[in-house]
């Protein structure tokens, strides 16, 4: 909470200084441009010394340009906040939750796969910032952590709070909820700076509907977030996630997560597809949560693929995984030779699978919220050949250096070749369609998924919606840590922290691939659409593969 701007302390006149015209001065004691006293003249402050709060920083009533003015709003010193109209010492349960926002910003300095310098002093000032000025709670941890946890766009890196297991994240009462959950039976994504609704449960608790905009929101303690920066306003609050490269990724995720994240007494400001406006207040959360993951809650969203012909001529093949399967399992005895099998009977299923069609005008790869898995499976869907016919053609992944400054990595020995050996000697098959191809994403795409679209621009095919997560890494590996903070009895919850060491490069440009979503024609849902259940951005996709 930004703390209140103090009334300016007036300043006293030194009854010493009385007006004579001995001293010199044209008017009878004052100096010009100054004060009767002597001081400097004020400015838009009189009391040179003076300071007030500006959002838990401290300006200071100093002599600029001749005359007294507020300085710019600094950080106070360690472990100091600034309320009233002075810094103060945080408290001393907020001291040792410092310590632990600094933990785990070291570590993440320490382990990440990022390539990039990136001011981690900064960030665990402003972070403590955002931690002093709260009530103790977690909650006022966890944002401050997050903080931190945004401020580096590596993929594959995640947090959360409580036990291991996530339950704390999952539960009604949850302040810090899980990502792509919605518990009032809506999902979203983003229009511009808006979170417009693209699926509603006919029950759903607020009465929204597909095409309803939601604009603004006021909370139950009265902090408003609204356009410019809506959605990044939304971005900022603390919830179990993984990390999100792309800004697309991070505001289709905020405009969904509005729904995790939406409690009793809040009220939010929705336009209908109509244009009325109205305001909602926030009921309680239902018994409990739906998944987001695809925004249009699809059947799809739980199959391993469905794939349909339009009356245009065009087939849309819906991807929602690359990876495990009950249809699809990955093999129990998991040697690069028989994962290398696992991804050629992928491309099989799906080979057979678009030969139930006849006249096919084009096709339309919809990967909007596909998870990942198989980062081969989804290049060779696009092309096969891709891959090259050597270790790494494609790319090559390298395990970070831990604590090298700047960021170093293992370059002369790769972690993940794409491909491994086994499929340079044995080459996958080819999905066998080669006609006309659109690739339909949105920022809920990630991981292999990202690879898919990485492989579609290479290949010249047109990429639709809204960018990818542009996370290339992975899960695994020694590269992959694990670095959770234990909680600390009566000061804080324990702080879950999974880092991702992996830094990917694009064999043929040398080009780190890290936050690389690229997109040709970028769609949002249209509020109209929704409302008479056509989806804007698969119409656009087909429109474009014919």
Same mark, same amino acid.
């Given at each position: 909470?930004?703390a209140a ?5 007036g300043?006293?006149?030194?009854p010493?200084?009385?007006?004579g015209p001995?001293d010199?001065t044209?008017d009878?004691?004052?100096?010009d441009?100054?004060?009767?006293d002597?001081?400097?003249?004020a400015?838009?402050c ?9 959002d838990?920083?401290?300006s200071? =009533? ?14 106070c ?14 408290t001393e349960k ?10 785990y910003?070291?570590?993440l300095r320490?382990?990440t796969?990022y &390539?990039?310098?990136?001011?981690f002093?900064?960030m665990?000032?402003?972070a403590r910032?955002i931690?002093f000025?709260?009530?103790?709670? &977690?909650?006022a941890?966890a944002?401050?952590?997050r ?9 594959h890196?995640?947090i959360g ?8 994240c999952?539960t009604?009462e ?6 792509g959950t919605?518990?009032?039976?809506v =999902? ?5 700076d808006?979170?417009i ?5 006919d029950?759903?608790?607020?009465g929204l ?5 939601? #604009?603004?929101?006021t909370?139950?303690?009265?902090? #408003? ?5 809506f959605? &990044? ?9 993984g ?12 405009a969904?997560?509005l729904f ?7 009220t939010i400001?929705?336009i ?8 909602i207040?926030?009921?309680? %959360?239902t018994a409990n ?8 809650r ?13 009356a245009?001529?065009?087939v849309?093949?819906i991807v929602?995984t690359l ?5 699809h399992?990955?093999p129990?005895?998991?040697?690069v030779?028989?994962?290398r099998t696992?991804v050629a ?5 799906i %080979? ?5 069609y006849s006249?096919?005008?084009?096709l339309v ?8 898995g ?6 060779a869907l696009?092309?096969?050949d ?5 270790e790494g053609?494609?790319?090559? =992944? ?10 170093a990595f293992t370059?002369g020995?790769?972690?993940?070749p794409?491909p491994?050996q086994?499929f340079?000697?044995e080459p996958l098959?080819?999905?066998?369609f080669?006609?006309?191809q659109?690739?339909?994403?949105d ?5 292999a ?5 990485h ?8 990429i639709v919606?809204?960018a990818?997560a ?10 992959? #840590? ?6 600390a009895?009566?000061v804080?919850?324990?702080?879950l922290?999974?880092i991702?060491?992996a830094?990917?490069?694009?064999t ?11 997109? &040709?024609?970028v769609?949002d ?10 989806d804007t ?10």
């Amino acid at each position: 909470m930004a703390a209140a701007f103090l009334s300016i302390q007036g300043c006293s006149s030194d009854p010493a200084a009385g007006p004579g015209p001995s001293d010199g001065t044209p008017d009878g004691g004052v100096p010009d441009g100054g004060e009767p006293d002597g001081s400097p003249p004020a400015g838009d402050c009189d009391a040179q010394g003076a300071t007030r709060c500006d959002d838990g920083k401290v300006s200071t =009533c100093e002599l600029i340009g001749g005359s007294l003015n507020w300085s710019g709003a600094a950080y106070c010193p360690d472990n100091q906040i600034c309320k009233g109209s002075a810094c103060e010492p945080a408290t001393e349960k907020q001291q040792k939750q410092a310590a632990a926002v600094d933990q785990y910003a070291d570590d993440l300095r320490d382990y990440t796969g990022y &390539d990039q310098g990136l001011d981690f002093p900064a960030m665990k000032k402003e972070a403590r910032r955002i931690l002093f000025l709260g009530d103790e709670s &977690d909650y006022a941890l966890a944002k401050a952590v997050r903080h931190v946890f945004r401020g580096v766009p590596q993929g594959h890196t995640s947090i959360g709070f409580g036990p291991n297991d996530w339950s704390a994240c999952m539960t009604r009462e949850a302040n810090v909820p899980l990502r792509g959950t919605s518990w009032y039976g809506v =999902c979203a994504r983003a229009a511009g700076d808006a979170s417009i609704i693209t699926f509603a449960a006919d029950n759903n608790p607020m009465g929204l509907k597909p095409g309803d905009q939601v #604009v603004k929101v006021t909370t139950a303690n009265g902090d #408003v977030w609204q356009s410019p920066g809506f959605l &990044d306003r939304i971005g900022q609050e603390p919830i179990c996630d993984g990390s999100l490269p792309s800004k697309s990724a991070r505001d289709d995720y905020a405009a969904s997560n509005l729904f995790a994240l939406l409690n009793t007494g809040a009220t939010i400001d929705v336009i209908a597809s109509d244009g009325t406006t109205k305001t909602i207040t926030v009921p309680e %959360r239902t018994a409990n949560y739906i998944s987001c993951f695809d925004a249009l809650r699809r059947p799809s969203r739980t199959k391993l693929f469905e794939s349909s012909q339009r009356a245009d001529g065009v087939v849309v093949m819906i991807v929602p995984t690359l990876g495990n399967h009950a249809d699809h399992p990955f093999p129990q005895d998991f040697t690069v030779e028989n994962y290398r099998t696992w991804v050629a009977e992928g491309i099989d299923l799906i %080979r057979n699978e678009l030969l139930k069609y006849s006249d096919i005008k084009g096709l339309v790869w919809d990967i909007r919220g596909n998870g990942g898995g198989s980062q081969e499976l989804g290049i060779a869907l696009i092309g096969s050949d891709l891959l090259g016919s050597t270790e790494g053609a494609f790319a090559n =992944c390298y395990a970070r250096v831990p604590a090298s400054d700047p960021p170093a990595f293992t370059t002369g020995e790769v972690e993940y070749p794409f491909p491994y050996q086994a499929f340079a000697d044995e080459p996958l098959p080819s999905v066998g369609f080669t006609g006309k191809q659109v690739l339909l994403v949105d920022g809920t795409a990630y991981s292999a998924a990202d690879w898919m679209v990485h492989a579609a621009k290479k290949a010249g095919i047109m990429i639709v919606g809204h960018a990818s997560a542009g996370a290339y890494g992975y899960s695994t590996g020694d590269s992959y #840590v694990t670095k959770h903070i234990a909680p600390a009895e009566g000061v804080h919850a324990g702080i879950l922290s999974f880092i991702s060491g992996a830094h990917c490069v694009d064999t043929a440009t040398g080009e780190s691939m890290e936050g690389n979503a690229p997109i &040709d024609v970028v769609v949002d849902f249209k509020a109209s659409d929704l409302a008479a259940g056509i989806d804007t951005q698969l119409e656009a996709a087909a429109a474009l593969a014919k």
